[in-house]
């Protein structure tokens, strides 16, 4: 099983950011801190390669300390990019941002030349809180003037800082199969799209080898690392199923409320603070896919067409 969708409406958003990409100094990429590599969008990575991009860590107060150290330091040992992490309670994150983007960029500024970013992130990675918190009592949008459309808004930071926002933006084709359960984990993908079970039981392999003791402090099985590390994810989730009460009549395990119980316990960080993924093992993650994907779409190109049908 792996995670699809199908993101018919964002082809309209994607040409906005194609077209407004020409223009502008920085791109800020916002990231799911809990799943970096698995929140970066591959299509915004074509679309805006080559400008000076500022990664921003989001919901770091969700995350794995640990591991956003690491995933900071990749990618601010990256050509044209720095990285900082940020949570909703930096109330004033505007000070941090404009250095970091000012570092981008730094002929820009002034009246003559204004600093132009555009900021882009998937679906509930936290664009607006940031933008709402970028704005403080600036009311400045400006989404109807030329060349601004609504699938783009023009905000003034300052007199010399425009940000152009757009909608949040998933992509077509998921190539990392990981990446489709870690988004769907998370919540960036709707509920329609992917099957509780399958998730939790992803979520459940990464959390056993990584957050062993996490899993004990909230579930109190009486599991020593070592026995939640070795045992199978489903008799994993089962155990937790009986101790949590999510069984059906009959006393068997009701798979579909333990699903929902782990994935919820994840979101709401009642597990603690957790990273899906590491810089190394997305890395390997990420090879694997295009590797397996080029190998389709070789075998695709193989096939034989069918014959097309007479009218
Ligand atoms: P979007 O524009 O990118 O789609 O995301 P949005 O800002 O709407 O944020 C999506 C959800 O993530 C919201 O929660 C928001 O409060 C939460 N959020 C945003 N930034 C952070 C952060 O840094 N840390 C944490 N912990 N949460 C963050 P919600 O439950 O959908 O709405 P709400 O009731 O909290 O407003």
């Not at 500024?109 to 918190?133: D, F, Y």
């Not at 009486?222 to 059906?248: C, F, H, M, V, Y």
Request: include cysteine.
């Amino acid at each position: 099983m792996s995670v699809q969708w199908f993101p018919g409406h964002m082809h309209l958003t994607r040409q906005a950011i194609a077209e407004r990409v020409k223009s502008i100094d920085v791109v800020i990429e916002m990231l799911d801190a809990r799943l970096p590599g698995s929140s970066a969008n591959p299509l915004l990575t074509e679309l805006t390669s080559g400008r000076p991009t500022l990664k921003v860590l989001n919901k770091q107060d969700m995350a794995d300390p640990e591991r956003t150290a690491l995933w900071l330091a990749h990618y601010n040992a990256q050509p044209q990019t720095r990285a900082i992490a940020l949570d909703a309670s930096h109330t004033a994150p505007a000070k941090a941002l404009m250095a970091a983007c000012g570092e981008l960029a730094p002929l820009r500024g002034g009246m003559v030349k204004p600093l132009r970013i555009l900021i882009c992130g998937i679906p509930n990675v936290g664009k607006s809180t940031l933008i709402n918190a970028l704005m403080g009592k600036r009311s400045a949008k400006t989404g109807d003037e030329a060349g601004v459309t609504r699938h783009e808004q023009r905000i003034a930071l300052a007199d010399d800082v425009y940000l152009f926002d757009t909608p949040g933006m998933l992509w077509p084709r998921i190539v990392v199969p990981e990446s489709g359960f870690n988004l769907a984990a998370s919540g960036a993908v709707g509920r329609n799209a992917y099957d509780d079970q399958a998730v939790a039981l992803e979520l459940l392999t990464r959390l056993q080898s990584h957050y062993a003791a996490l899993l004990e402090a909230r579930y109190a099985l009486g599991w020593s690392a070592q026995q939640w590390q070795d045992t199978p994810d489903d008799a994993a989730l089962e155990a937790i199923a009986r101790k949590r009460g999510a069984i059906a009549s009959g006393g068997h395990v009701n798979w579909q409320k333990a699903a929902e119980l782990l994935i919820a316990d994840f979101r709401s960080q009642h597990l603690g603070r957790i990273t899906l993924e590491s810089p190394e093992e997305f890395g390997r993650w990420l090879a694997a896919g295009l590797k397996a994907d080029a190998q389709r779409q070789a075998q695709k190109k193989e096939r034989p067409k069918a014959p097309r049908r007479k009218r």
